[in-house]
T-cell receptor
Framework: DQQVKQNSPSLSVQEGRISILNCDYT??????FLWYKKYPAEGPTFLIS?????DKNEDGRFTVFLNKSAKHLSLHIVPSQPGDSAVYFC????????????FGKGTRLSVIA | NAGVMQNPRHLVRRRGQEARLRCSPM?????VYWYRQLPEEGLKFMVY????????ESGMPKERFSAEFPKEGPSILRIQQVVRGDSAAYFC??????????????FGSGTRLTVV
């Protein structure tokens, strides 16, 4: 029973264009959402997060959008750069951090120069 | 300020042997989480520990797997009598008390276990 779903295993985008990574969740009790980035042979690194009381959070080239009614969030990267090529994991949190993060399976982003 | 340190980075074990994976959390972090990533899969939660306490082990297989986070020293994930299906990347993460949901966790680089 996967509570956090990333239905696109991979995505290719040209350098300079926008990358949109999608994530769906099933548990309406999730109150915080996070995106992690992972390079090969390294651990995931925190990228950006959003509280369930907001619908948008922006940090430089990265913006996360949350649509609670659709139980959907997306990560926008603009402009995309070759160094953004990595696996991106969506994660969700229950109970304000007192329970472990639930991760999706990840989406592999390739930014082509 | 060192990050989360995991060792060894790579571990090869024969079927039936024991695997011990170590994790030293970031300085000041008292919460430790272990996750496993199987090939082509996402990160699956295994266990959540605080010093000398297991808080949540709902993701741990019932047999052969155990974890501890002693008062002194690193957290240890132990896998007894390893089988080929245990081959995976094991990631440890840590967070400060009560602040995990703001910044998420800080992950280590992982231990890649190969069972031959």
């Amino acid at each position: 029973d996967q509570q956090v779903k990333q239905n696109s295993p991979s995505l290719s985008v040209q350098e300079g264009r926008i990358s949109i990574l999608n994530c769906d969740y099933t548990n309406s009790m999730f109150d915080y959402f996070l995106w992690y980035k992972k390079y090969p042979a390294e651990g995931p690194t925190f990228l950006i997060s959003i509280s369930s009381i907001k619908d948008k959070n922006e940090d430089g080239r990265f913006t996360v959008f949350l649509n609670k009614s659709a139980k959907h969030l997306s990560l926008h990267i603009v402009p995309s750069q070759p160094g953004d090529s990595a696996v991106y994991f969506c994660a969700a949190n229950l109970n304000s951090g007192n329970t472990p993060l639930v991760f999706g399976k990840g989406t592999r982003l390739s930014v082509i120069a | 300020n060192a990050g989360v340190m995991q060792n060894p980075r790579h571990l090869v074990r024969r079927r039936g042997q024991e695997a011990r994976l170590r994790c030293s959390p970031m300085k000041g972090h008292s919460h430790v989480y272990w996750y496993r990533q199987l090939p082509e899969e996402g990160l699956k939660f295994m266990v959540y520990l605080q010093k000398e306490n297991i808080i949540d082990e709902s993701g741990m297989p019932k047999e052969r797997f155990s974890a501890e986070f002693p008062k002194e020293g690193p957290s240890i994930l132990r896998i007894q009598q390893v089988v080929r299906g245990d081959s995976a990347a094991y990631f440890c993460a840590s967070s400060p008390r009560g602040q995990g949901f703001y910044y998420g966790y800080t992950f280590g680089s992982g231990t890649r276990l190969t069972v031959v």
